[in-house]
């Protein structure tokens, strides 16, 4: 579920808490890379049983519901189908799936409160009127599902309940959400383990991302002693912090990840260096490994595989 894109961004972070404090050692960093995987999983996994717990609320309300001297025609009409579904049955009934979410702890981490008034609130939408006043297909359950988890996302509980646990929710957020779009979809399922099958894949973790960082650390003394020269003009101990990360992280890729051609490695930090750094660093980052990468064209040092991977 993790790209390319978002490890290099983990990396990023976790070269500037390096840069910030000295003190931690590579195999900090290496340990904390691995953390920093895993709760992006947890994450998927947290919103799963958010969805879950939103949905569970439609059962304490049947009752309330069905409990009232003077039903309204809503009242009368009202089931907890938003909980007894196929699609949230099918994670509510999953004892892999639960004995996962009983391990990372998620009844501590989800308020009760939270989780009452989002349902509360998300009750009085026309969406959900609609959906207890008829019948619905598989697809348009999971229609509704996916617009209570657009609820969520949107809710401040929901964010406040994330930020306690999950500072990495914004960075990953694309992700989780496209992970959990497709896990719904492919409910119900007679695959126990299919949410194992939204792991995050070794090739992207190990082979690029921890290599990645790893070699980042490792060569970081060499790899500015090529970057310095092409600096010109530029002060290099005043740049951003965040500028030299991404350019060292470059020049990493640049020279050892023969599989990834030098101008989607260029364009990518290019784009991250919008995103996370100064308004000017897009243009001068894009200038710097520009240079770089015409050096190394020139020298003959950049060793890509297969035709057309140099540009």
């Given amino acids: ?23 931690l050692k590579s195999k900090d960093i ?7 995987v895993q709760k992006s999983y947890e994450l ?6 958010v969805i879950m717990s939103v949905s569970e609320c439609s059962t304490q309300d049947e009752k ?17 189908k938003l909980f007894t579904n196929e699609i949230i049955s099918g ?9 996962k979410f009983e391990k990372l702890g998620f009844d501590t981490k989800v308020n009760n409160d939270y989780i009452n008034k989002i349902y ?3 009750s009085k939408k026309e969406e959900y009127t609609a959906f207890l006043k008829n019948e619905q297909s598989k697809d348009e359950t999971i229609e509704l599902l996916l617009e209570l988890y657009r609820f969520c996302r949107q809710d401040e509980y929901f964010n406040e309940m994330l930020e306690d646990s999950y500072y990495n929710w914004l960075d990953d957020k694309s992700l989780v959400v496209g992970s959990v779009k497709k896990f719904l979809k492919a409910l119900p399922s007679d695959n126990a ?54 350019i060292r992280m470059a020049l990493t890729e640049f020279l050892d990840f023969p599989t990834i051609p030098s101008k989607v490695t260029l364009n990518e930090y290019v784009e ?10 897009k243009e001068f980052i894009n200038g710097i490994l520009d240079k770089l990468m015409k050096n190394f064209e020139e020298n003959n040092e950049l060793k890509k595989e297969g035709r057309g991977l140099i540009s």
């Fill in 30 to 36: 290496v340990n904390a890379y691995h953390d920093e």
């Fill in 64 to 80: 309330k519901r069905k409990s009232k001297h003077l039903p309204s025609d809503l009242d009368k009409i009202f089931s907890n």
């Fill in 193 to 246: 383990n299919l949410a194992d099958t939204f792991l995050p894949d070794d090739e992207t973790v190990k082979d690029f991302g921890l290599n990645l960082l790893k070699l980042s650390i490792k060569n970081k003394d060499k790899n500015m002693k090529v970057i310095i020269p092409v600096l010109e003009n530029w002060d290099h101990e005043r740049l951003a912090i965040i500028d030299t990360i991404l």
């Fill in 91 to 99: 994670i509510a009934a999953n004892k892999v799936l639960l004995k």
């Fill in 120 to 122: 509360d609130e998300f």
């Fill in 1 to 23: 579920m993790l790209s390319r894109r978002s490890v290099r961004v983990k990396v990023m972070q976790l070269l500037y808490a390096q840069d910030r404090d000295p003190v």
């Fill in 272 to 281: 991250l260096a919008k995103q996370y750094s100064t308004a000017k660093s």
């Fill in 44 to 49: 998927f996994l947290f919103s799963l049983y």
